[in-house]
C-alpha cells in the first residue's frame, strides 16, 4: 500500500513543477478472447465504442481513414473532414493516448490493435476534445512469429495508385520483434469550373468573370516502423517502436481565367513538399501488484520538410509575372508522460496522471517576385520561431457503487505557454485551462446489456499555433507589386492570415444516452447531446491595417465569434443476425441517424450554424458471407443534405447533399490468402459551391462546380 501511495503522490507531486504536451491517455481496457467489441464497450461508464482487431481485419480496408469513415458513430463532412456528434474539428484524435500532428488517417491497418471511441470528455482523456475522443491503439508485443504481405492497386478518375506493406515478426521468450515496411504511391487530379457574378441596387446582375482549374497531384510515402518488445520479468514491460518515414507531395494546376472586360490570364502553379519524420517512442510498463500499475512514456520526434512553390502566370494584356515561395520548416517534439492505477477492493479504479512536453518549430522563408525578393513579406522578417510548453494533471475515480450504478469523476488540467516569433513581431499567448467531470451509468434491472448514461464536462478546444501566426497567404488575384507594399484588394480576393490573439473555444458539454443490447454483437443507442460554446472559433473576413499593404486590405482569418449554442440527437444500431435467429448468423447490418441544429451568437440567421454540421445525416452499411462460396459481400451507404452556412458576418456559403455508395467483396482464396474488390463513392456526381459576400451595396457570389471520381480497389492479403 505504502508503494501505491508513493507513486501516486510522486506523480502529483511532479505535475506541480512541470510542463506538458495536450492530451493524457484514455483508460485502456483489456479485452479477452470471450470479449465481443460491443460487449467490451458496455463496461465503461462514460460509454466508449471499441473498433476491434477482427472487424479491422474483415473489413479489407487499407488504412484508417477508409476505416473510420465507415464507422457509423462518426460523421464526415462535404470536405471530408471526419467528428462525432456531427460536429468535424470538435473531435480529439489520438494514437496511443497522444495527441498528433501527423497524417493519423492514413496509418496502415497493418499496424491497429483497436480503435476507441468516446461522445465525452473524461479526465483521462484530458480538457480538449467537446465532440469527444477518437484514440487509434497501435499493435505492440505479437505472440507468434509471422510473415505478411498486404498491397493493392486502385485507379480514380483515370489516375492510377498502387499501396504495398509487408511486416514480419519473430519472438522468444522474452523478446518480440516486428517490422513493418509501406510503400504508397498515389496519383489524383481535381478539375473545378467557375463563375463569378455581382449584383447592385438598380444594376441588376452582372456576369464578372468565369474560369476553370484542373490540378493533377502526386502523394508518395515510404515508411519504416519497428516494435521491439522486452520480458524483463513478470512485473516489467520496455517497448521501443521507432519509425521514420518520408513522404511527398506534387501538385500540379492549371488555370484560367476570362474577365467580361476583355482581361484573361493563364496561371501554371507547381509545388512540392518533401518531408522527413522520426519518431522515437519508448514505454516501461511496471505492474507494481496485482491492484496497481505504472507507465512511463517518454517520445522524441522531429520532422523536417523543404516545400517549394512556383507560380507562373501571363496576363493578357499585362505580360508574364512569376512568384516562387521556399519554406524550410523544421520541428522537435519532446514528452514524458506518466499514468498510474490503482483498483480497489471495493470496486474504485483510480488513476492519475501527468505529461510533460515541448514542441519546437522554426521556418525560413524564400519569397520572390520575379526573380527579386517581395517587399510586402519581408517586413516579417524570412524566419520563423513558435515554442510550445504545456503541463498537464490529471485525476479520476470510475466506481462501480454495486450492480446497478456506476459513477466516473474526475478533473484534468493544463497550462500552455507560447513563443511566437515573426521577424519583429513577438507574440506570447498563455491559457489555464480547468475541466472537471462526471458520469454516471445506470444498468437497468442490473442487465449490462440496458444502460442509461449522464455525462457532464468542461471542455475545451486550443488554437492551432499555425493559426496564430501573422504570415499572410497573399492573394494571387490581388497581387502585390515587385516594389513596395502591397495596395488594397476585394472582399471576394482576401488575403489570408493567422491571428495571435486567439483563445482557446470553452464548452459546457451534457451527454443522455440509452444503450440497448440484443445477444453478444448486437446493440441500439439513442443519444441526446448539448454544447454551450463561449468564445467560438471560425473565420472571419475584415478590412484591416496589416504590415504587408500600405493601405487597408481584406483579410480571411481566425477569431473568436462570441457564444454558440448546439443541440443534437444520434440514433445508432450494430445488428449481428446470429443474435437473432440461426438463418441470419452470416448477416450484419449498422447504421445511424443524426439531427442537429446550432446557433452562433455574433452572425445574423438564418444561416448562423456550425460550418460542416449538417442538419440532418444518415448512414447504412452491412455484410453477408456466402454459405456456398468462400465470398463475403458488404455495401456502405451515406447522405448529407444541400445546406447554406454562414462563416462570417459578410460571407455565407451554399454546398450541394453528398451521397456515397461502396461496395466490396471479399473472397478466401486459401487459408492464408484473401482477395477483395472495393468500388467506392459509386454515386459520384459534381458537387456545386457557392460562396456569396456581401460588401457594402453589393453582392458578390463565386460559384463552383467540382468533378467528383469513383475509385476501384483491388487488394490482396496473403501470409508468407
Not at 465481443?36 to 480496408?61: H, N, P, R, W, Y
Not at 465532440?131 to 486502385?154: C, D, E, F, Y
Request: charged share 25%; glycine share 8%.
Amino acid at each position: 500500500m505504502h508503494r501505491r501511495l508513493a507513486c501516486l503522490l510522486a506523480i502529483c507531486s511532479t505535475c506541480a513543477h512541470a510542463q506538458t504536451e495536450a492530451s493524457a491517455p484514455p483508460q485502456q481496457v483489456v479485452i479477452s478472447g470471450a470479449q465481443t467489441d460491443v460487449e467490451a464497450g458496455q463496461d465503461f461508464v462514460a460509454g466508449k465504442i471499441i473498433i476491434g482487431q477482427k472487424k479491422i481485419a474483415d473489413s479489407g480496408l487499407q488504412n484508417t481513414g477508409e476505416l473510420l469513415r465507415r464507422e457509423p458513430a462518426i460523421s464526415v463532412d462535404k470536405s471530408g473532414r471526419i467528428g462525432l456528434l456531427g460536429l468535424p474539428g470538435y473531435t480529439q484524435v489520438l494514437v496511443d493516448g497522444q495527441a498528433q500532428t501527423g497524417d493519423y488517417m492514413n496509418i496502415d491497418l497493418m499496424r491497429v490493435e483497436s480503435i476507441e471511441i468516446a461522445k465525452t470528455t473524461t479526465a483521462a482523456t484530458g480538457p480538449f476534445g467537446i465532440a469527444g475522443t477518437i484514440n487509434i491503439v497501435l499493435r505492440k508485443a505479437q505472440r507468434k512469429a509471422s510473415s505478411k504481405l498486404h498491397g493493392n492497386v486502385r485507379t480514380e478518375g483515370g489516375r492510377k495508385g498502387m499501396d504495398l506493406t509487408w511486416s514480419g515478426t519473430a519472438v522468444s521468450d522474452s523478446f518480440s520483434h516486428t517490422f513493418m515496411l509501406s510503400r504508397w504511391r498515389r496519383l489524383s487530379t481535381t478539375h473545378s469550373e467557375y463563375v463569378q457574378t455581382s449584383e447592385r441596387p438598380g444594376a441588376g446582375l452582372v456576369r464578372e468573370y468565369e474560369g476553370e482549374i484542373h490540378a493533377p497531384g502526386l502523394y508518395e510515402s515510404l515508411i519504416a516502423s519497428s516494435v521491439l518488445a522486452w520480458t524483463l520479468d513478470a512485473n516489467h514491460t520496455l517497448t521501443f517502436s521507432p519509425e521514420i518515414a518520408r513522404a511527398n507531395s506534387d501538385n500540379d494546376s492549371q488555370e484560367q481565367r476570362r474577365w467580361l472586360s476583355g482581361l484573361t490570364s493563364l496561371a501554371n502553379q507547381t509545388a512540392t513538399s518533401p518531408t522527413n519524420n522520426l519518431h522515437l517512442p519508448l514505454l516501461w510498463n511496471w505492474k507494481i501488484d496485482p491492484d496497481s500499475s505504472l507507465a512511463v512514456k517518454l517520445v522524441a520526434s522531429g520532422s523536417r520538410s523543404d516545400s517549394r512553390q512556383r507560380r507562373d502566370e501571363v496576363w493578357s494584356p499585362g505580360g508574364p509575372r512569376q512568384r516562387v515561395n521556399d519554406q524550410d520548416r523544421s520541428t522537435r517534439n519532446y514528452l514524458l508522460d506518466l499514468d498510474y492505477v490503482i483498483e480497489t477492493e471495493d470496486g474504485h479504479r483510480i488513476s492519475a496522471g501527468a505529461k510533460f512536453a515541448r514542441n519546437e518549430s522554426d521556418g525560413s522563408h524564400t519569397d520572390l517576385v520575379d526573380g527579386r525578393p517581395d517587399p510586402s513579406l519581408a517586413v516579417l522578417g524570412p524566419d520563423t520561431a513558435s515554442r510550445v510548453t504545456s503541463a498537464r494533471l490529471f485525476i479520476q475515480d470510475e466506481w462501480r457503487i454495486n450492480r446497478r450504478w456506476a459513477v466516473n469523476l474526475g478533473a484534468s488540467g493544463e497550462r500552455r505557454r507560447y513563443q511566437l516569433v515573426e521577424g519583429p513581431a513577438s507574440n506570447r499567448p498563455r491559457f489555464d485551462l480547468w475541466s472537471p467531470s462526471a458520469h454516471v451509468s445506470h444498468r437497468v434491472k442490473g442487465n449490462r446489456k440496458r444502460q442509461l448514461r449522464a455525462s457532464l464536462a468542461r471542455s475545451y478546444q486550443a488554437p492551432f499555433f499555425d493559426d496564430m501566426l501573422l504570415r499572410p497567404t497573399i492573394n494571387p488575384y490581388a497581387p502585390c507589386p515587385a516594389q513596395g507594399l502591397c495596395g488594397p484588394n476585394g472582399i471576394d480576393l482576401a488575403d489570408s492570415s493567422g491571428n495571435p490573439a486567439l483563445r482557446p473555444e470553452r464548452a459546457l458539454g451534457l451527454n443522455l444516452s440509452y444503450a440497448h443490447g440484443f445477444g453478444r454483437d448486437s446493440e441500439l443507442s439513442l443519444e441526446l447531446y448539448a454544447r454551450d460554446i463561449s468564445d467560438k472559433n471560425g473565420q472571419e473576413i475584415a478590412l484591416v491595417d496589416v504590415p504587408w499593404a500600405s493601405t487597408p486590405r481584406y483579410v480571411i482569418r481566425q477569431a473568436n465569434l462570441g457564444q454558440a449554442r448546439i443541440r443534437g440527437l444520434d440514433l445508432e444500431a450494430r445488428l449481428a443476425g446470429k443474435d437473432f435467429s440461426p438463418t441470419l448468423a452470416n448477416l450484419e447490418l449498422s447504421g445511424s441517424i443524426g439531427l442537429a441544429d446550432s446557433t452562433l451568437s455574433d452572425l445574423p440567421g438564418p444561416d448562423n450554424h456550425i460550418v460542416g454540421q449538417s442538419p440532418w445525416h444518415a448512414k447504412l452499411g452491412g455484410s453477408y458471407a456466402l454459405q456456398s462460396l468462400p465470398l463475403k459481400l458488404g455495401f456502405d451507404a451515406s447522405y448529407l443534405p444541400e445546406d447554406w452556412v454562414r462563416s462570417s458576418a459578410s460571407q455565407r456559403i451554399y454546398e450541394s447533399s453528398r451521397r456515397t455508395l461502396n461496395l466490396n467483396a471479399s473472397w478466401n482464396v486459401s487459408k492464408t490468402t484473401v482477395l477483395r474488390l472495393n468500388l467506392d463513392n459509386l454515386l459520384a456526381r459534381r458537387k456545386a459551391r457557392i460562396d456569396e459576400y456581401l460588401e457594402q451595396d453589393s453582392t458578390v457570389r463565386l460559384s463552383a462546380w467540382n468533378a467528383n471520381h469513383a475509385r476501384i480497389v483491388v487488394r490482396f492479403e496473403t501470409s508468407l
